[in-house]
């Protein structure tokens, strides 16, 4: 600023003026959630409005969880929920303006353990056939919120290891040796939790086999009874 007097004598002074708004940003933000910890794709979005938009940080409890600038050409902040900890886990967002205006937004996200073990519903019957047979399909109906994968394991040895993805598991038992057998399905969950089924296959030696078997026999007893009549009969 300068002032002078008729004579132009003058003096001069800078005086360094800033101004300041009050109003506060406004913070759209989501509701509460929860998952079970083993559940992914989650995430939170703010949306906020201030003509004169500067920074924000996220704080998960106690803990930074992100902070930065906003853009004012899109001012959406929007995290990922995948990998935290099974916890109630309280977001809240703060975000300021250029005149430090803060306005705060609070979330509760509550991340729970998937203790639920699946369930089977239906377990087929001992099954039986002869050795040979084919297309010997049974199937099991088994059910769980968050199914992950599936075993089958014969006498001890798994032969099946899959995706679980629907209610029904079919298994052809065809193709076992003779004798007797144990098939055990085993269900698990993104969680960790398992279900076991067992079945009882009892396989039998093929009919021509069999046939075989006793034609040989009585056989071998004929020429016995021969052999022992004409050793009485000429000794």
């Known amino acids: 600023m300068v002032v002078s007097d008729q004579n132009l004598n003058s003096a001069e002074d800078i005086i360094t003026l800033r101004f300041y708004e009050d109003i506060f940003p406004v913070i759209e933000g989501p509701e509460d959630v929860e998952f079970y910890f083993t559940e992914t794709g989650y995430s939170l979005s703010w949306n906020v409005t201030d003509d004169y938009l500067n920074a924000y940080t996220i704080m998960d409890n106690d803990d930074v969880f992100l902070s930065g600038f906003i853009n004012p050409d899109n001012p959406v902040i929007t995290i ?116 076991q089924s067992t079945v009882t296959v009892t396989v039998s030696p093929a009919y021509i086999m069999a046939y075989l078997s006793i034609l040989a026999i009585g056989s071998v007893a004929f020429i016995a009874l021969i052999v022992i009549v004409w050793f009485v009969r000429y000794r």
């Open 80 to 195: 990922s929920l995948n990998g935290l900890g099974i916890a109630v886990h309280n977001f809240t967002l703060s975000v300021n303006d250029t005149s430090g205006n803060t306005a705060y937004d609070i979330v509760y996200v509550t991340v729970m353990l998937d203790d639920v073990a699946p369930v089977i519903i239906y377990t087929p019957s001992a099954v039986s056939y002869s050795q040979g047979e084919i297309g010997i399909i049974r199937n099991w109906t088994a059910t769980d919120e968050f199914m992950d994968y599936y075993t089958i394991i014969i006498d001890g040895e798994e032969v099946v290891h899959a995706d679980w993805e629907t209610e029904t598991i079919e298994f052809d038992f065809a193709g076992l040796i003779a004798g007797s057998h144990e098939v055990t399905l085993t269900v698990f969950d993104l969680g960790g939790n398992s279900a």
